[in-house]
């Protein structure tokens, strides 16, 4: 069996990001050689092709922040993967400099990476399933990683590893109220969206749960449907905007990561706290504007098809033939109503914990799955290969951790170690 120098599981921004650090890095101190022959690195991905968020490639959509913040410049502004490259090989360079935007948008910035990812091909086995994930022992040591997968036909292929990456991205949030009925096809995440409301194109009551962008983006999509009433709900008095002004936005730089970590935990606690709207339940203040303007022209016509159900929570979910039922409570009178919908949305948010099941097998060699500095998991002597984390760190990273704002940085970073640890493990073998 073939013993590879790393691993990845998962192909999404943040492992391509990686995949195109290592090759430029070996580009550079083996200009003569394919780093394809110098590293034995595979990536594996449940997709069979690459798209990045599918189904919130909404038409209005545009990139929460700059496309210099793409899967190299930041690292390397001389990289042929950058987005401008992109840009000027698909022969668009004027026109995009036309927009005057910092700000692709999503279809466009999904494309870029679609882009990205087939030149990064050879690095990438397609249409698996990592499902386990075990220790190979030998003389009381784990040498080895055994990565076991599973493809479409239900096929097991087993690869074992020295190094492994786990970035493996967020799984929709389900709320309490919602883990039974989540079961209904008329009730679904934001994840699925533009695939469930084709499934649901009668549905002509729409409730959207969330307060910020993605619940935001759906309810101006659903709003360009004339058949439609769609109402936002929300606990909030109001929706938030985005907090994008330039000194906040130094949370989001690589100084702030270094910053962030070294603070106690209650510390940094308090940081997360207090700069949460720059990333949770927040929306872009263009978009904001657009639906206020969208809501008093609804006035104007003396029409009710829109409507923000504000300081509401949802207190249940009841699912019949003929509609879907939500019990709402009024967090200023504390009565409660309730409201008949043909299909509800859940913008909610992701889960950040999909690694804990997966490396589970491994949980005898650590006290915790907490990551150091550079992102590797924290395990005892006896496991030798290392593990990085990637996507699951906000509380130790900060904000930036599960966003592309500091991707190529990252993958900088976790490039230089993952390289210097082969190095070590071949001075070991030796």
């Known amino acids: 069996m073939t013993i590879y120098d790393m691993i990845g599981i998962g192909f999404g921004p943040s492992n391509m990001a990686i995949a195109i650090a290592l090759e430029e890095s070996l580009t550079k101190t083996h200009p003569s050689r394919d780093p394809h022959d110098i590293l034995n690195m595979v990536f594996i991905e449940q997709q069979q092709e690459f798209a990045w968020h599918p189904h919130m490639l909404l038409k209005d959509a545009d990139m929460q922040i700059s496309y210099m913040k793409d899967l190299a410049t930041p690292r390397n502004p001389c990289s042929r993967y950058s987005f401008i490259n992109y840009i000027h090989s698909q022969g668009r360079f004027d026109q995009f400099l036309n927009l005057k935007s910092f700000n692709p948008s999503r279809i466009e910035f999904n494309d ?54 786990a970035s493996i991205g967020g799984t929709p949030k389900i709320p309490d109220f919602c883990t039974q009925a989540i079961q209904d096809p008329r009730i679904f995440h934001s994840h699925h969206y533009l695939q469930k409301i084709r499934e649901n194109s009668q549905a002509q009551r729409i409730a959207v749960i969330g307060a910020g962008q993605s619940a935001a983006e759906i309810f101006m999509d659903l709003a360009s449907h004339q058949d439609k009433n769609v109402e936002l709900i929300a606990r909030t008095y109001a929706p938030k905007p985005a907090d994008e002004t330039p000194f906040v936005n130094k949370i989001f730089n690589k100084e702030f990561v270094e910053h962030i970590y070294h603070l106690e935990p209650d510390q940094r606690l308090a940081f997360l706290q207090e700069f949460r709207h720059a990333n949770y339940a927040c929306i872009d203040v263009d978009l904001l504007n657009a639906m206020n303007r969208l809501l008093y022209e609804q006035q104007v016509q003396g029409k009710e098809r829109l409507n923000l159900c504000l300081r509401h929570q949802v207190q249940a979910i009841t699912a019949s033939p003929d509609h879907i039922e939500l019990r709402l409570h009024n967090l200023n009178t504390g009565t409660s109503v309730l409201r008949r919908y043909d299909a509800v949305i859940l913008a909610t948010g992701y889960e950040r914990d999909l690694h804990h099941a997966l490396l589970k097998p491994l949980q005898p060699y650590m006290d915790d799955f907490s990551t150091d500095r550079f992102y590797r998991l924290k395990t005892r002597s006896e496991l030798k290969p290392t593990i990085f984390v990637l996507g699951s760190n906000e509380t130790t990273h900060g904000l930036s951790d599960t966003l592309l704002s500091l991707t190529a940085v990252r993958a900088g970073e976790v490039a230089h170690v993952l390289l210097n640890q082969l190095l070590n493990q071949e001075i070991q073998a030796a």
């Open 112 to 165: 870029y990476l679609g882009w990205a990812a087939r030149q990064l091909g050879p690095w990438v086995a397609s249409g698996e399933q990592v499902i386990e994930v075990s220790p190979i022992n030998e003389s009381h040591h784990v040498t080895l990683l055994k990565v076991v997968t599973r493809n479409a036909k239900g096929e097991r292929k087993e690869r074992l590893a020295r190094n492994l990456i």
